[in-house]
């Protein structure tokens, strides 16, 4: 062939080469990223829900990652990376030809493409843009990506990139989300071989990571070390201490600090609402109003209530069965125990021997211990009479202290919210959030019973009865258009007759309220309630209504007594405080509603020349601040003296609270308050049935709140509420409600609305005490 020939040949095959290649970017061109992109990179982090004053308390998201800035890397770190996966980083401009040359000769000889020769700007491109698929085609993309990162970006930015996008196994997701989840601690406080160890994950992190398989990230671990020490990176010493180091990584779990797992995932709700799948993605930092003592209290208070009330009803019996015969060895007994679901605080234990006088059990940690009898004595049996070996049983405790526990069938709720601004500041929606989602505090729909009645009494006071007006407590038969009868009862089924409403709400009278609705009308006292934010499609228009049977939920119960305790407003209950980017920056907050008593009420709102228009934030006056005082002073005659007088070992006087207990023992309540907290507690069963016998609110409920209220106000000084300047104290007669003197042994100080006193006329020698003024503090009241 000629020289002309061989000329036009290889003219030819530049030619189609050339044509080939164009061809080839023509097509994967187009499926590039646009500049923008990869300027814009953004790294996926979870959400994360914290209490108010910044603990952890939820994290959602596939990813785990903690992201840093390339500048609190450790040198060491990067060191250890660049010898792992890339040491001629800084020399190349994204491909390191001669690394890419080695992979195509080795995949051509095996006829696989296997062999890879990926740069740290390259793993970038793919780990950002592209699938994990091996092929040519995508390889070319990843090259291609390589230089337009290495044109729009530093090599400082390209590895903080690297950084904190790699995946390196068990969720984690970059490199400080890595020691967070195998050693626990921030990278700036992992040794050589720790951090060596993690320069190795990129290779293989689902296989050949330290909790996976120890032995094979150990040797990659020494890899990464012995070409540290090859490129001179690290010294000799260094290089042998960090060999002969062992394995230390474990799996660790995201540390929840306060568990509150039904407020979490009202948040999570929320932010997923709101911003769709990026709440799950864009490190969204959620500080909520929670008070991390007050939820813990509450956790702590419920969980003790009912396991109080699952040992009043008896032992039902062991949760499971491991059979000695079969499973002998106490390691792996203790592996079986580990199936088993461990609710706070109960632990799964296996009986060992159940004797007559002790029960000998085996922990989950394989430690023996002792159950003595004050921890089974509530059984009202001898463990050898209702537990066998092999049995699977609850325990609550440590130590001497160990009891024997079931994990209840009764639930609860508790929730606890700032009156000032509905702040809310715990909650506990039922026992076991693993085993049940539904929280009680905002979904379950109850009967309130005698919890409704303070909003009664309000009604009354706001229609011309007074504190000490008489109402019979006789019975009553309501007919109705049927030709049907309903006789009411009250919870003691004692018969009274007329009965000041002081003494009737201390002592929960039905007749009494009774009489009260059927004296206002039915369809004024729903308007009434309805002011407090109750649906009033779930108000009764019966009688019924008298000793609550509406729908409501705690929460909505905690949110109309807040009127109470903050003198006559309605303020709205709100758990997000604020939401902040990974920045820090502020991307939404409560605006909450406000008590501004000196404000014009929201709906005066108008744009009118020559009147002030109004923030609609500021809350809703919905009773007087007097009608407010003479409740308060009611509801803390409950505690001195009625249904609630278990509160009393507070030892506070600036208590008001009421009962409530359902005409058929389904639910059981207690919700109660100062001027700082208002506090509701539910007992009940998730489908209504009999709570047993003398299962009341005081019984079930007042002690969850008393435990829980304990902590609460512990480091909260008494406040006394001041008396408005149109209440007036008058001394009155106990049975008859009227005017007395000093010197009546049945008489007592009572509080009016000027005007609405009884007739002093009969009373020559009465004591009318209108002097104090809005200032004076009022004994025993707030």
Not at 91 to 99: I, L, N
Not at 374 to 379: A, L, S
């Amino acid at each position: 062939m000629s020289i002309r020939a061989l000329i036009w040949v290889f003219v030819s095959l530049m030619l189609v080469g050339i044509l080939t290649l164009a061809g080839g970017l023509a097509i994967v061109l187009p499926d590039l990223p646009p500049t923008s992109k990869v300027r814009d990179i953004r790294l996926k982090e979870p959400l994360r829900v914290y209490t108010t004053d910044g603990r952890l308390m939820g994290e959602f998201g596939d990813e785990r990652r903690i992201t840093i800035p390339i500048e609190e890397a450790p040198d060491l770190l990067i060191k250890a990376i660049l010898a792992a996966e890339d040491d001629r980083f800084f020399q190349h401009h994204g491909v390191d030809f001669s690394g890419v040359l080695r992979a195509v000769i080795a995949n051509l000889k095996s006829l696989d493409s296997r062999q890879g020769a990926s740069t740290i700007t390259m793993q970038v491109a793919r780990n950002y843009f592209l699938s994990r698929e091996k092929t040519y085609s995508r390889k070319i993309k990843e090259v291609l990506l390589a230089f337009r990162l290495e044109r729009e970006l530093t090599k400082a930015e390209i590895l903080e990139l690297y950084l904190n996008k790699i995946f390196l196994g068990h969720r984690a997701y970059g490199f400080q989300a890595a020691a967070s989840i195998y050693y626990n601690k921030r990278l700036s406080e992992l040794s050589l071989a720790q951090l060596a160890m993690l320069a190795g994950l990129p290779k293989a992190p689902s296989r050949s990571n330290p909790v996976s398989d120890p032995e094979r990230a150990l040797d990659r671990r020494n890899y990464v070390l012995r070409r540290m020490h090859g490129l001179e990176l690290i010294g000799d010493s260094q290089y042998a201490g960090a060999r002969s180091a062992p394995v230390t990584a474990q799996r660790h779990q995201a540390k929840i600090q306060v568990y509150a797992p039904y407020v979490s995932e009202i948040v999570r709700k929320h932010m997923v609402e709101r911003y769709g799948d990026l709440a799950y993605q864009s490190g969204f930092r959620v500080y909520t109003t929670i008070d991390p003592t007050y939820q813990d209290a509450a956790n702590q208070a419920l969980t003790t209530g009912l396991l109080a009330y699952e040992e009043r009803h008896g032992y039902r019996g062991p949760q499971g069965y491991i059979d000695p015969e079969k499973i002998t060895s106490r390691p792996e007994q203790a592996k079986a125990l580990a199936q088993f679901d461990a609710p706070v605080p109960l632990r799964p234990v296996l009986v060992l021997r159940a004797g007559g006088d002790a029960l000998d059990i085996l922990t989950a940690s394989r430690q023996l211990a002792t159950i003595t009898v004050d921890g089974w004595r509530w059984t009202g049996r001898t463990p050898s009479q209702f537990l066998n070996p092999g049995d699977v049983i609850y325990v609550t405790g440590e130590d001497a202290s160990l009891r024997l526990a079931q994990a209840p069938l009764i639930q609860g709720a508790l929730v606890s919210l700032n009156p000032t601004d509905g702040a809310v500041l715990a909650l506990v929606g039922g026992f076991n959030f693993k085993q049940s989602k539904f929280n009680r505090v905002t979904q379950a729909l109850r009967q309130p019973g005698s919890n409704i009645k303070p909003f009664i009494y309000s009604a009354a006071l706001e229609n011309g009865f007074t504190a000490a007006s008489l109402v019979s407590g006789a019975p009553v038969v309501v007919e109705d258009h049927m030709g049907g009868a309903w006789r009411p009862q009250n919870y003691s089924r004692k018969v009274f007759g007329p009965t000041r409403l002081r003494k009737a709400l201390s002592l929960s009278l039905n007749l009494v309220s009774v009489r009260l609705v059927r004296a206002m009308g039915i369809e004024l006292v729903r308007d009434y309630l309805a002011k407090f934010g109750f649906d009033r499609g779930r108000l009764p228009r019966g009688l019924a209504l008298a000793l609550g049977s509406a729908t409501v939920t705690p929460l909505e119960i905690a949110r109309g007594y807040t009127a109470f305790a903050n003198g006559g407003y309605l303020v709205e209950p709100f758990f997000i405080a604020r939401v902040e980017n990974p920045s820090g920056d502020i991307v939404e907050y409560a605006n909450r509603l406000m008590i501004c008593p000196d404000c014009p009420a929201p709906n005066d709102v108008t744009h009118s020349a020559g009147r002030r228009t109004v923030d609609p934030r500021f809350a809703r006056r919905v009773l007087s601040e007097e009608n407010a005082f003479i409740m308060n002073s009611m509801m803390s005659e409950v505690i001195r003296s009625g249904t609630g007088r278990a509160a009393q070992a507070l030892g506070r006087s600036d208590l008001a609270g009421k009962t409530g207990t359902t005409n058929n023992y389904h639910d059981a309540w207690f919700t109660g308050y100062n001027p700082d907290i208002v506090t509701s507690v539910w007992i009940g069963f998730d489908s209504p049935r009999d709570l047993g016998s003398r299962e009341s609110g005081a019984r079930a409920a007042l002690p969850v709140w008393l435990n829980y209220m304990r902590v609460a106000l512990l480091t909260r000084p008494q406040v006394m509420q001041r008396r408005p300047e149109k209440i007036i104290k008058l001394r009155i007669n106990r049975d008859s409600g009227l005017p007395t003197d000093e010197n009546d042994p049945q008489g007592f100080d009572e509080f009016f609305v000027i005007g609405t006193e009884p007739a002093a006329d009969r009373s020559p020698n009465l004591r009318r005490n209108t002097g104090a003024s809005s200032s004076d503090p009022v004994e025993g009241l707030f």
